[in-house]
Structures are given as structure tokens and as C-alpha cells.
């Protein structure tokens, strides 16, 4: 059997039938074919398992922290089913102040961390990203270097100590103040800038700060947006520099390390409003004030992230077209 040669009424273009036009219909790739319903139901049921992998340990962590005592101990420690729901670790947590100083500490770690982190980084990136600049090359191959080979833990707290940072503010932000994973991922990016763009602003008297500015940070928003979202995390969950710079002092430790405090040591912090945090009222379960601690340090992410979340999904899908 051959090709038959069919003229189109409603254009001018032939169409070829046969059987060959389906053999070579059915020989296309397997990602290039229509889903089916079982490929639909079966992606659905692993994106619903993984969802529920992930809501689920919250849900317990938000029931718990709003159960009374009575509540935990029917459980037999998390609660999974509420029962008896109540605000009273949210409130004595809230009265302690050693939480609410905890609370300032972390915002202000992370926002003063950020900001640094950021300028450095960017600053940083676009100097290498420049091909004219002197001694690019060996800078960026030295940065390169630090991320397989550091001094270590003990040489860092000397380094640290020796210029005087033990029990001081800036021991929390200056040692982790610059990651070159973050670095290299926004001078790929400010390679990438139209070179027609920043020849058209040297045209116009534009030197390299206001080329950083006006030119390449706004074209560079999506992976802006997102590097300073992981420096932010890093610093919002960060508490081992204070087990080494200042462990003793409850008044400069942040959030997060005062949930590891009061996890490890289950009686109370120093300097709590109470007699031991957890131990003013008798309808307040530890494991509820434990798992109220751990939703405050929840929720800051959980208002920044949605509004970096579309900066975040367009870098993912930039990097993927250009990579």
C-alpha cells in the first residue's frame, strides 16, 4: 500500500495519508504523547502523598501547641485530633520575656545580617562577573577554593575571639556573612546582562555603579529576591554561633536558640518572668509551650515567603531556559 497525495479544499497545502503518517505518529517520544488518566491520577496521588508528608507534621506541631495539659496527656505526648483547644501557651510564652527579647534579637540578626550579606554579595558578584576587572580570574578561583577547603571550627572561634567577638552582637553575623555558593549564583546571572544594555549606559556617561544600579539589579530581581530569601532563612535559623560567642548571656540569644535551650533543659530559661518557663499554670502542658515556641519561629517565614514566592518560581525557570 502507498502514500496518497490528498489536496486540502479549504487551502492550497497537500496532506500525506497512508499508514506511514501513523506509524511515524506513534514513533514519538513517550513525554512527547497526550497524558492518559492513569498518568494524571498516579501524578496526583504523589504530589497529594508529599503534600501531606509536609502538612501534616505541622498540623500536629499547631494542635499541640493549642492543647491543655489534659489534651497531651490522653495523647500520650503530640496531639493529632484537637481536644480542648487553648490560647495559654501562646500567652504565657508571649509574657515570658526572655521569648520577646529572643523575638527582636532574631528580627534584628536577620535583617541587619541580610542587608550586609546582600551588599557584600552583590558587590562581590558583579566585580567578578566584569570581565575587565583586575584579577578576576584568580579572585574568583580563590573563592572557589574556600568552598572545598576551610580552616575548620576551632581555628574560626580563635579568629573570632582573638578580635574580640566573644559575647559581642556581631560574632552572630559576621563569620557567615558571605556564602560563595551565592555568590557564583548571582555572577552567573550578571553575566548574562545584555551587553547592549551596559554599553548603551556607558554611552550615556554611566559608570559602574550606576550601571549596578539602574542596569543589572533590576534585570536581576527574580535572583536577588531569592538569594536574599536563603540568607534570611540562614540567619532566622542560626543558633550555633551563639553556643560558641555567647552562651551565657539570655539576653542576646535569639529565637531559635532559646527553643533548643528550653527543648534541651525542659524546666526554664534564665531571666523568665515565671518561677520556670512552663511551670506558672498547671493547665499549660511543657510540650505545649515547646511546640508554641516552634509556630513562632514558623510564622515570619510563612508571611515573607508568599510574597518572594514569585520572584522565586521565575529564577528557578530563568536559570532552567538559560542553563
Known amino acids: 500500500m502507498t502514500d496518497t497525495l490528498t489536496i486540502d479544499r479549504t487551502g492550497t497545502k497537500p496532506r500525506r495519508t497512508g499508514p506511514d503518517v501513523h506509524t511515524r505518529h506513534s514513533a514519538r517520544p513517550r513525554w512527547e504523547e497526550p497524558p492518559t488518566v492513569a498518568g494524571q491520577a498516579a501524578k496526583g496521588l504523589t504530589l497529594g502523598g508529599f503534600l501531606l508528608l509536609i502538612l501534616l507534621p505541622l498540623w500536629i506541631v499547631v494542635v ?13 505526648g503530640l ?3 484537637p481536644d480542648g483547644l487553648t490560647f495559654e501557651a501562646y500567652r504565657e510564652m508571649l509574657e515570658d520575656p526572655t521569648v520577646r527579647m529572643a523575638l527582636l534579637v532574631s528580627l534584628g540578626i536577620t535583617l541587619v545580617g541580610t542587608a550586609l550579606s546582600m551588599a557584600v554579595s552583590i558587590l562581590c558578584a558583579y566585580g567578578l562577573s566584569r570581565s575587565r576587572s583586575v584579577g578576576h580570574r584568580f579572585l574568583l578561583g580563590l573563592l572557589i577554593v574556600t568552598m572545598f577547603v576551610n580552616g575548620g571550627l576551632i581555628p574560626t572561634f580563635l579568629v573570632v575571639t ?9 560574632a552572630l553575623i559576621l563569620p557567615s556573612a558571605v556564602s560563595v555558593f551565592n555568590i557564583l549564583v548571582l555572577r552567573a546571572f550578571y553575566t548574562q546582562t545584555s551587553a547592549d544594555l551596559i554599553d548603551a549606559a556607558r554611552v550615556d556617561g554611566a559608570g559602574d555603579w550606576r550601571i549596578l544600579w539602574s542596569v543589572v539589579l533590576p534585570t536581576s530581581r527574580a535572583v536577588t529576591a531569592v538569594t536574599a530569601l536563603f540568607y534570611a532563612v540562614g540567619y532566622w535559623n542560626s543558633f550555633f554561633n551563639v553556643m560558641l560567642y555567647m552562651p551565657t548571656d539570655s539576653e542576646k540569644w535569639p529565637l ?3 527553643l533548643y535551650t528550653y ?3 525542659g524546666n526554664g530559661m534564665p531571666g523568665s518572668l ?5 511551670t506558672a499554670h498547671a493547665q499549660t502542658a511543657p510540650l505545649a509551650l515547646q511546640m508554641a515556641v516552634v509556630v513562632l519561629t514558623l510564622v515570619p517565614l510563612l508571611i515573607v515567603y508568599p510574597f518572594v514566592q514569585k520572584h522565586f518560581r521565575t529564577g528557578v525557570l530563568t536559570g532552567a531556559v538559560k542553563g
Open 162 to 170: 582573638g578580635l574580640g567577638g566573644y559575647d559581642q552582637w556581631w
Open 79 to 81: 496531639v493529632i485530633w
Open 263 to 265: 527543648v534541651n533543659r
Open 64 to 76: 499541640t501547641s493549642l492543647s491543655t495539659q489534659g489534651a497531651v496527656n490522653r495523647a500520650g
Open 274 to 278: 515565671n518561677a520556670g518557663f512552663g
Open 256 to 258: 531559635q536558640y532559646v
